[in-house]
């Protein structure tokens, strides 16, 4: 019995690289002072999103904050915004953990600071979903309600 000759393996197609979403470079402690800093003259919260380039839900919430119009007018209303990344679960674990915040059970995970640096909130982002996206009206509420006086 013969075969047919298989058909030559069509290369995969080569997705587009996507831009990186935290700085992988960056020095978290550094940032995030400076924006503690930066909240405290401008009577803001500091909102830290921990995550990583590799998190397909960490890039939907980011891209959230930048589009959805309500959801970045009080981001820019209320917070100083600092993307802070975890690699791998391998980076600035000591620096969440001084927030009381575990990246390792799941990113993004959002902490708004105080203008002294000190964590009121630690919000794991799953409440926030809907479907394959975040609710922006969930995200809303959450940033509304944590924005301080």
Do not use: I
Request: with cysteine.
């Amino acid at each position: 019995e013969r075969r047919a000759p298989k058909p030559p393996a069509t290369p995969a197609p080569t997705a587009t690289p996507r831009p990186p979403v935290y700085d992988e470079a960056a020095d978290a402690k550094k940032e995030v002072a400076a924006a503690v800093a930066k909240a405290k003259a401008e009577k803001k919260r500091v909102l830290v999103t921990l995550g990583g380039n590799w998190c397909g839900w960490c890039r939907l919430l980011d891209e959230l904050f930048r589009t959805d119009e309500k959801v970045s007018a009080e981001l820019a209303r209320a917070y100083v915004p600092v993307k802070v990344d975890v690699g791998r679960m391998t980076k600035n674990l000591d620096l969440a953990a001084s927030w009381g915040a575990d990246p390792k059970k799941g990113v993004p995970l959002l902490v708004v600071l105080d203008g002294k640096g000190k964590a009121v909130k630690v919000q794991e982002t799953g409440s926030l979903e809907a479907g394959k996206g975040h609710d922006p009206a969930k995200v809303l509420a959450f940033l509304k309600s944590n924005a301080g006086a």
